[in-house]
């Protein structure tokens, strides 16, 4: 980059104009015009900008009809759930409008009461709405008057939220169509959790759960986060949070063990701060300096696995985690993963009189968010691995600066010193002191 100077103008007098007489009255029209005008440009409040439109949220088996039954009554399992001791009913016993299954909440008195489930693919700070159905009842004859007279409790709590209570229409065995519970998820994949409030009665009458969907607003994008402080990497099997080192060795256990899915909206290019490379030129001398001077400055990547939590797989081009978070990047970026990149540059430098001349360079970088998930069919058995990277970018180019300014006072000072030399010699049998000899 050279570096050019401002044209220099010299400023002339404008000629004389005459000025007319201003009056009362014109002073007056003048001034209430200036008033009007000022009043026209008074800024009114900024009109709030609308809410982002919800998007679907994925509820694992939301009808609660997975794995298959038969007959109503208790069974071992109920997909994409935590839950002990699952009761569901048949749709010709939930008698649901859209003739859907219902899961019975059940009674506080049993073993287990409470159902939960993580939102897939649904952020820290995003607001959550669940919405579902409820009713009062269970298995055939079940419920007394008194329990459906004073209908069910229930709660249900989100990750972040707090814990709302439900109660079923008293008196009525009649479904309640969409209640909602909204919240801000603070956590990655919120668990959303529904228990029964319930404590007397028969264990098998109790709040009739069906029909359960999610929405989420996201939240805005962070990108206030340094490059050497990557947020934590997290890992889930199911419903259940497991060490990071677990899931790590998992997807390195094979190639094809994990899939690296790049969260888009998430994952963004930027230009880093810029910094110092190489050595300041001061001009001391009595002349303009011109001359061509080399650039060299090196770039690497951080990620939150290695950065967080000691694993080096991420980085090591042999290791099968690196594969996939590279075959990963290749499927949303048009441009191949750098772990490491070198810039060599040729500056011409013009440094003036009384001038100190530096470099400064501002990379361009990459940063990926996005989830490493295992190959397993079963929701409950899936390992889900959140690993952020950031890198050197092939998508932006570098940018580089040559600063010039004036010498600060002690610079100044120095330039002003005597020149370092040895005394000369009286007789031709002293010898001369070198400056630079050791001897």
């Known amino acids: 980059m050279t570096r050019s100077k401002a044209p220099q103008?010299?400023?002339?007098?404008?000629?004389?104009?005459?000025?007319?007489?201003?009056?009362?009255?014109?002073?007056?029209?003048?001034?209430?015009?200036?008033?009007?005008?000022?009043?026209?440009?008074?800024?009114?409040?900024?009109?709030?900008?609308?809410?982002?439109?919800?998007?679907n949220v994925a509820v694992i088996n939301a009808n609660f009809n997975e794995p298959s039954f038969t007959s109503s009554g208790s069974g071992d399992k109920l997909t994409g759930w935590?839950?002990?001791?699952p009761y569901r009913l048949l749709p010709s016993d939930a008698a649901h409008?859209?003739?859907?299954p219902a899961l019975l909440l059940r009674n506080k008195r049993a073993t287990d009461q409470s159902i939960s489930q993580r939102l897939?693919?649904?952020?820290?700070?995003?607001?959550?709405?669940?919405?579902?159905?409820?009713?009062?009842?269970?298995?055939?004859?079940?419920?007394?008057?008194?329990?459906?007279?004073?209908?069910?409790?229930?709660?249900?709590?989100?990750?972040?939220?707090?814990?709302?209570?439900?109660?079923?229409?008293?008196?009525?065995?009649?479904?309640?169509r969409e209640r909602t519970y909204t919240f801000t998820a603070n956590e990655n994949e919120p668990l959303i959790t529904f228990a029964s409030a319930q404590t007397?009665?028969?264990?098998?009458?109790?709040?009739?759960?069906?029909?359960?969907?999610?929405?989420?607003?996201?939240?805005?994008?962070?990108?206030?986060?340094a490059k050497n402080r990557l947020p934590a990497p997290e890992a889930f099997e199911g419903n259940e949070r497991i060490t990071v080192r677990t899931a790590a060795d998992h997807c390195a256990k094979a190639r094809t063990n994990c899939t690296y899915t790049a969260d888009t909206p998430y994952s963004y290019t930027y230009y880093d701060k810029a910094r110092m490379i190489g050595e300041t030129y001061f001009n001391c001398t009595r002349n303009t300096i011109s001359h061509d001077r080399p650039v060299r400055f090196v770039g690497r990547s951080y990620?939150?696995?290695?950065?967080?939590?000691?694993?080096?797989?991420?980085?090591?081009?042999?290791?099968?985690?690196?594969?996939?978070?590279?075959?990963?990047?290749?499927?949303?970026?048009?441009?191949?993963?750098?772990?490491?990149?070198?810039?060599e540059r040729k500056i011409h430098e013009i440094i003036e009189v009384g001038e100190a001349s530096w470099i400064e360079a501002q990379p361009g970088r990459q940063r990926i968010d996005g989830w490493f998930t295992s190959d397993a069919s079963d929701p409950d058995k899936q390992?889900?691995?959140?690993?952020?990277?950031?890198?050197?970018?092939?998508l932006v180019p570098d940018r580089i600066y040559q600063r010039t300014g004036p010498m600060t006072t002690a610079e100044k000072t120095r330039c002003r010193s005597d020149r370092p030399s040895a005394p000369t010699p009286v007789g031709a049998e002293t010898p001369a002191a070198a400056t630079d000899r050791n001897d």
Request: aromatic share 6%; charged share 15%; hydrophobic share 35%.
């Open 120 to 176: 897939r693919g649904v952020r820290a700070g995003a607001k959550v709405t669940v919405t579902f159905d409820d009713n009062a009842g269970g298995r055939s004859r079940a419920c007394t008057d008194t329990q459906l007279t004073a209908g069910q409790p229930y709660t249900l709590q989100g990750s972040g939220g707090p814990q709302q209570r439900f109660t079923t229409d008293p008196g009525s065995t009649t479904w309640h």
């Open 303 to 343: 990620d939150s696995l290695s950065q967080q939590a000691g694993i080096d797989r991420l980085s090591t081009l042999t290791d099968n985690v690196n594969q996939q978070f590279e075959s990963g990047v290749a499927a949303s970026s048009p441009e191949p993963w750098r772990w490491t990149t070198t810039s």
């Open 200 to 225: 007397t009665g028969t264990w098998d009458c109790g709040p009739l759960i069906a029909k359960v969907r999610a929405t989420h607003i996201p939240p805005a994008l962070n990108m206030t986060v």
């Open 9 to 55: 103008h010299r400023a002339g007098r404008a000629p004389a104009r005459h000025r007319p007489a201003f009056t009362t009255t014109a002073l007056a029209g003048l001034t209430a015009t200036v008033l009007a005008a000022a009043a026209a440009t008074v800024p009114t409040a900024a009109a709030a900008e609308p809410e982002p439109e919800p998007r």
């Open 82 to 85: 935590t839950v002990q001791y």
């Open 97 to 100: 409008p859209d003739n859907l």
């Open 383 to 394: 390992i889900r691995l959140h690993v952020v990277a950031d890198g050197p970018s092939p």
